[in-house]
């Protein structure tokens, strides 16, 4: 049985400027991440794994260097990865991706039961967070967003129970198998790769699908399949920041405020 | 021979079997650990085992000076040797005594047994009146084993006196009146006494010396005294390289990484253990342990002792292991907590007198934590990831390493073009506070008109944190990418900014063949001061102490330079703190600890910042940007930040330089 760990190969977005004329992402230069999210969602299929003996399949759509973060991924523990990658890929909006990704999820499934697919809640640098429940119902799975804790997974009755993680409070879901879920970062903290995985990592094999053997119709996908259109990128006018609390008065309640804002947006954890 | 020599022969013969056969199940052991070369430099060794053991400076030093009370039975039992090697070779051939020699001889060694038994019973007298009235702390002071083994030597002394003085009296001993203490005791105990009585008073006595002789060498393999086996070996063995930097590793598939059973440790780590004396030295000067945290080293050198004892019969028979080497507290394992405690500060292995190497069995077992096991303190998660990602701890963009010196007229290293590099750190590249040091330093240098360039964007951190972590792995890569960077630019001569970077440029990577010209910026300023290259007019910083950091003073010996510069810059000599020199006490934020949260025991840089504060000063200089950050926190916990400053060493002479 396979739980998929859905990733992505992201820049650095800690180290990407603005260029101040354009007002567009200089990428050059910047090294990639595996998506801060993904590591909690691959963490997550690798704890069902070490639970109850599933297989992990990590896989990733996006140009062949991505190859890099699927390299960590078996250095983390996955059992097989998958690079997605086609000319015909590229481009893509998150209805496009979540079709290849759904595509790949299936052809996985011909060989494997699948049990799970399991996405970040979104990615640092489309920050859409659609890619998920896309991948959700163009498979029809039923899909379980937000996700900060897995109770338990029941594969004879094909039932799981997990937590979401609302605004302000939290929602116990029992749901059927198979699912797609969105993970929070707080579901777990992710591991480090060990020397002997790394080193045995470095000649495992990443399984490269393009669209020969996809076969996916080319006007559903890339940029051809993706309705959605850039018409400028630009950073948001920042606007004089808002101020919190009294700092001068009660510098505790103010850091407590700021502390829960910082919470709220996910930058930091607490 | 008469019977009774029989009986003793038979005595002798299974004590000495018994003997050999402990010793053999003892030292086979050994061979279970894991190679490693400590031949060559034989003179030298010979050299240490001279000075060492024998002239006893392992056990004789100011800070200890009880220490020559175990000179003083040392010397005494090597003459005893003699003496007793008489007395098991007599017991069994009648006719093979001392006696037998001419006069003069025989007389000087009568004399001299007799002076040695007596002062070897003060000794043990001493010993064990310390150990019941003034049990010093860093000890077990009063431990089961320790009077086991005080009991048998006086008992062996006085047995000495009982059978000698029976045999003096019975008028057999032609020597006597060369035995002072025999020879009084005889005239004042027993002239009144019967002859028979006598007799039987000199055999009582004869056979507790030899029982108690035979129990003393077969206790010996048993107890903190096997010391007296193993310390002569251990000091002739000992680290000749003068770097206690921890070994390279060889990540090929199929090998272990680091320490995570006993036979993991290498035989030489092995005999180490073997060879504790139990004086609790290290201990006493443990930063950890004297702030109250679970790391003891001398309880971790005894713990892989016990772990040896215990586990490698087993794995010597192919059976699995029973004791797991780190694991929850019980006697021979060693806890994670213990392990994560350590600030690599190497005051245990300045001060231990058998040159057991503590902190680096620490760092193996930290290897295997996070290489193996990836088992670590949660903060450290973050810190690898930066480190592995971003190339400095705190994840900051590398392209900002240069940004101290924006505005100021700084070279990027370019050979033939600029001599010197100066590699900053991370510290000086990123800290707040340490930018400005760095900025002393470039201040200085030109000052002084030398020739000097940074790399900027391209310089990594140097990896000393990830090392002493035990992430041998990413510092591999890390060392790797900043020897390509010196190769490529041409770097030959480099002077560093924090003594850690210093350590692993000179010593960690000159493992990877590379020999760089190294020189931390306190001994370079020093240097130029000394040559007359920088104008300086005493400034006056009120009373200045100076805190010794531990890779400067203790891994590269470096105590003079910066007292030297303090003094060249101020008029007047540093105020020196308690423990200073090789005893200076850690800042707390070596080996990594910098990037841990410290919640158990009092915090160390609270004790060290407590310990300068006694000294009232205005200043206390430092020469780590590690060392500067635990002090500022320090005073400002103490709320002593408003009437002291902690300034850089580069800072005090900037202080002085003549405009
Ligand atoms: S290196 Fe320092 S902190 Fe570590 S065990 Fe030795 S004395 Fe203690
Ligand atoms: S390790 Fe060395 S310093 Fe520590 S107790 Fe043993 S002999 Fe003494």
């Known amino acids: ?270 | 021979m008469e019977i009774s020599n029989w009986i003793f022969l038979a005595i002798l013969a299974v004590a000495l079997i018994a003997f050999v056969w402990s010793c053999r199940n003892k030292f086979r052991l050994l061979a279970l650990g894991k190679p490693e070369d400590r031949s060559g430099s034989g003179l030298k060794r010979v050299w240490n085992v001279f000075v060492y053991p024998l002239l006893q400076r392992c056990a004789v030093n100011p800070f200890y000076r009880f220490g020559i009370n175990h000179a003083i039975l040392f010397w005494c039992f090597l003459v005893l040797l003699l003496a007793n090697g008489e007395f098991l070779i007599h017991g069994v051939l009648p006719g093979a005594t001392f006696a037998a020699m001419p006069n003069g001889l025989y007389f000087t060694l009568a004399f001299a047994f007799d002076i040695v038994s007596i002062l070897a019973l003060l000794a043990v007298l001493l010993a064990v009146s310390r150990r019941l009235f003034f049990p010093p702390k860093y000890i077990q002071a009063r431990s089961k084993d320790a009077f086991i083994i005080l009991g048998m030597i006086a008992t062996l002394m006085i047995a000495f006196f009982g059978s000698h003085s029976a045999e003096i009296a019975l008028g057999e001993v032609t020597a006597a009146k060369y035995m002072p203490v025999s020879n009084w005791i005889a005239n004042t105990f027993m002239g009144a006494t019967a002859e028979s009585t006598l007799e039987i008073v000199k055999n009582v006595f004869w056979w507790l010396h030899a029982i108690v002789l035979l129990s003393f060498l077969n206790y010996l393999p048993y107890s903190k005294h096997m010391h007296i086996l193993t310390s002569i070996p251990n000091v002739y063995l000992r680290n000749l390289t003068g770097s206690t930097s921890p070994k390279r590793e060889e990540f090929k598939k199929g090998n272990t990484f680091g320490v995570g059973k006993v036979n993991d440790f290498t035989w030489k780590n092995l005999l180490d253990a073997y060879s504790c004396t139990e004086c609790g030295r290290c201990s006493d000067n443990c930063p950890a342990t004297k702030t109250d945290k679970p790391l003891n080293p001398r309880l971790v050198i005894h713990d892989i002792k016990v772990n040896l004892l215990k586990n490698g019969p087993q794995i010597v028979d192919g059976k699995p292991v029973m004791l797991p080497l780190i694991a929850p507290h019980h006697e021979g394992s060693i806890e994670e907590d213990v392990i994560w405690d350590c600030t690599t500060c190497g005051a245990c292995v300045a001060v231990c007198p058998v040159f057991i190497e503590q902190f680096p069995r620490i760092i193996d077992m930290r290897r295997h934590l996070v290489e193996t096991e990836g088992k670590f303190p949660e903060e450290l998660l973050g810190f690898f990831e930066n480190m592995e990602q971003r190339s400095n701890p705190w994840g900051i963009t590398p392209g900002d390493r240069a940004k101290w010196a924006t505005g100021l007229d700084v070279k990027m290293f370019e050979a033939g073009k600029t001599e010197y590099l100066l590699y900053v750190g991370c510290f000086g590249s990123f800290d707040a506070r340490a930018k400005h040091v760095t900025v002393a330093i470039a201040r200085v240098l030109d000052a002084a008109g030398v020739s000097w360039g940074i790399l900027g964007k391209d310089e990594k951190c140097c990896g000393d944190s990830l090392r002493r972590l035990g992430n041998e792995y990413i510092f591999e890569q890390m060392a790797k990418d900043n020897l390509k960077t010196f190769q490529a630019k041409g770097v030959t001569k480099i002077i560093t900014e924090c003594p850690h970077c210093f350590t692993a440029l000179k010593d960690d990577y000159a493992q990877y063949g590379v020999k760089l010209e190294v020189i931390h910026h306190t001994e370079f300023i020093n240097n130029l001061i000394k040559e007359g290259k920088l104008k300086l007019n005493p400034a006056d910083l009120g009373k200045t102490v100076f805190h010794d950091s531990c890779y400067l003073g203790r891994y590269n010996n470096i105590y003079q330079a910066p007292r030297e510069t303090v003094k060249a810059a101020t008029g007047k000599a540093v105020v020196e703190m308690d423990r200073n020199l090789e005893r200076g006490f850690c800042c707390g934020a070596g080996g990594g600890r910098m990037w841990l949260e410290e919640s158990r025991g009092k915090r160390i840089n609270i004790e060290r910042t407590e310990e300068a504060l006694k000294k009232q000063p205005r200043t206390i200089c430092v020469s780590c940007p590690y060392c500067m950050t635990m002090f500022e926190d320090g005073l400002k916990d103490k709320n002593a930040d408003k009437d002291v400053q902690v300034l850089d060493i580069a800072e005090v002479v900037v202080k002085a330089l003549k405009k």
């Open chain 1, 1 to 270: 049985m396979l739980v998929v760990a859905c990733i992505k190969q992201v820049p650095d977005t800690t180290q990407v400027k603005i260029d101040p004329v354009t007002g567009t992402l200089i990428r050059e230069g910047v090294p990639f991440i595996m998506n801060p999210f993904d590591t909690h969602a691959l963490e997550e299929a690798l704890r069902l794994k070490d639970k109850y003996g599933f297989r992990v399949a990590a896989i990733t759509m996006g140009p062949p260097n991505s190859t890099l973060t699927l390299r960590k991924a078996l250095s983390l523990g996955a059992d097989e990865v998958v690079l997605l990658s086609d000319r015909a890929f590229g481009g893509a909006d998150t209805l496009a991706t979540s079709r290849v990704l759904a595509e790949a999820v299936k052809k996985l499934g011909e060989k494997e039961e699948v049990v799970m697919v399991i996405c970040g809640k979104q990615t640092i640098d489309g920050d859409t967070a659609q890619v998920g429940p896309g991948i959700a119902t163009r498979l029809r799975y039923p899909q379980l967003t937000l996700v900060d804790q897995i109770k338990s997974v029941d594969v004879n009755t094909k039932k799981m129970i997990a937590r979401r993680k609302l605004e302000g409070h939290h929602e116990i879901v029992e749901v059927k198998l198979p699912v797609v879920i969105t993970v929070v970062r707080e579901i777990n903290k992710p591991r480090y790769p060990t020397v002997p995985m790394r080193l045995s990592s470095e000649d495992m094999p990443v399984t490269t699908w393009d669209n020969k053997t996809m076969h996916l119709d080319e006007t559903t996908i890339g940029l051809k399949g993706s309705p959605t259109r850039v018409n400028r990128i630009f950073s948001p006018e920042r606007v004089k920041g808002e101020i919190i609390g009294d700092g001068l008065k009660n510098p505790e309640e103010a850091a407590a405020l700021l502390a829960n804002k910082l919470v709220e947006r996910d930058i930091i954890h607490l």
